[in-house]
Nanobody, 127 residues
């Protein structure tokens, strides 16, 4: 059974840094595509970044490329999302997502690409 365990959410001040973690289990020997979606209040969920954990290639939303890093610790089966220079508009619920299917590095993931969702973790950035 696939499980995605998120941690690291909470409150932060604008200009600060936040690092989210997603521990991924249940894929067996397969190396899934793992990413982070976020949902701001009143908006749809959107892909922030994702990583092909087999080869380490990443996609990051163009508008966030200067402030966001996605990385992994393969020994811990954990994917990290680090956000720097936080802005109030970064606030929302962040979901770790994963799929065993193709990992499209040249485009964002869409909800129909996602096979598994984490429960979500709230991020609140105060000005």
């Amino acid at each position: 059974q696939v499980q995605l365990r998120e941690s690291g959410g909470g409150s932060a001040e604008a200009g600060g840094t936040l690092k989210l973690s997603c521990a991924v289990t249940g894929f067996g020997p397969r190396r899934p595509c793992v990413g982070w979606f976020r949902q701001a209040p009143g908006k749809q969920r959107e892909d922030v970044a994702h990583i092909a954990t087999d080869v380490g290639r990443t996609f990051i939303d163009l508008s966030l490329k200067d402030r966001v890093t996605i990385s992994q610790d393969t020994a811990r089966n954990t994917v990290y999302l680090q956000m720097n220079s936080l802005k109030p508009e970064d606030s929302g619920v962040y979901y770790c997502v994963a799929t065993a299917n193709n990992c499209y590095i040249l485009r964002p993931m869409y909800e129909y690409d996602v096979g598994h969702w984490g429960q979500g973790t709230q991020v609140t950035v105060t000005s």
